[in-house]
């Protein structure tokens, strides 16, 4: 067993334990054990751990950005929007989900519809979606370049994975939708507004992991892009991210950040109209 596959084992034990209810947190000893096994590698999060701090109160949502994308989020305070997309690795949408599970942590995730990812963990993510932790927004449905397509084309795309949030998960996306590459145009925007996608969702900060990133490189990008209202992407794709769990909490435990989705953060244009 190489030393990665090693890591690899514990760490998937310790995600056994945890799930099963095994309490390895309720003595240090346990947790003390896994942090000696480990040396300085990334552990699991400790359940002992304090949750995070809440997010704002309803009454604190703002309207929506009349037009334009949303980069960041407005004014000064102490949130952090993290955004996760895609979902090609159903494992890790399984373990991004139970971390949410575990911390607190409130993501909103942009589904690419075609993946199995979003059937496959319904009966874990569908708890959290309903009650407001895990938002789910439009990433499309097979991921293209939209700027390349016709209206047709860009229509389907955001119309297919529309229909997939509202029949297995009962959510309505709309108004955010996420470009793939971040690419748009006046066309795509037109299109997507037309089906209630008025909001192309950018970012500011960024995970970088799109592609396999290490872990280390992955808790330098999440160190200089967990800051305050700033929207930040990172992949629901590669395994790493899952093993910095812990690192990554620990940054926004430091800085005293709230995490938050995007409809913590804004009315929803329903309830904007009637205001
Ligand atoms: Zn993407």
């Given amino acids: 067993m190489t030393e990665l ?14 799930v099963s209810g095994v309490c390895w947190s309720s003595g240090s000893k346990h947790t003390l054990a896994h942090a000696d096994v ?24 703002v309207a929506l950005p009349g037009g334009g994308v949303l ?3 407005p004014g000064t305070g102490d ?16 373990l991004y989900t139970q971390f949410a599970k575990d911390t607190g942590v409130r993501l909103t995730y942009f ?24 938002q789910l927004a439009n990433h499309t449905w097979t991921h293209p370049d939209l700027t390349r ?43 997507a507004a037309d089906l209630g996608y008025h909001i192309p969702t950018l970012w500011r900060g960024d995970l970088r992991d799109s592609a396999v990133r290490s872990e280390s490189q992955i808790i330098e990008m999440a ?27 620990d940054i926004i435990r430091s800085r005293r950040l709230r995490t938050v989705t995007l409809n913590d953060v804004f009315l929803r244009p329903e309830t904007s109209r009637r205001t």
């Fill in 71 to 73: 980069k960041q989020l």
């Fill in 111 to 134: 589904v690419t519809g075609a993946y199995r990812s979003w059937t496959e963990n319904s009966a874990l993510l569908r708890p959290l979606v309903e009650s407001g932790q895990i």
């Fill in 223 to 249: 160190s200089q892009s967990f800051t305050p209202q700033n929207i930040v992407i990172g992949h629901l794709n590669h395994a790493p991210v899952t093993h910095v769990y812990g690192q990554l909490v």
């Fill in 79 to 94: 949130l952090l929007a993290w955004t996760v997309d895609d979902g090609v690795d159903s494992e890790v949408v399984r």
């Fill in 5 to 18: 596959d090693r890591r690899r084992f514990l760490v998937a034990v310790a995600a056994t334990m945890a």
């Fill in 149 to 191: 397509l016709s209206q047709h084309q860009i229509a389907e795309e955001l119309t297919s994975t529309d229909a997939l949030l509202r029949n297995t998960y009962g959510v309505n996306a709309a108004p955010y939708f996420r470009p793939p590459y971040g690419h748009h145009n006046a066309t795509v925007d037109a299109v």
């Fill in 38 to 61: 480990l040396g300085s590698a990334p552990g699991p999060i400790n359940p002992a751990l304090p949750k995070l701090l809440p997010p704002p109160g309803p009454d604190s949502r």
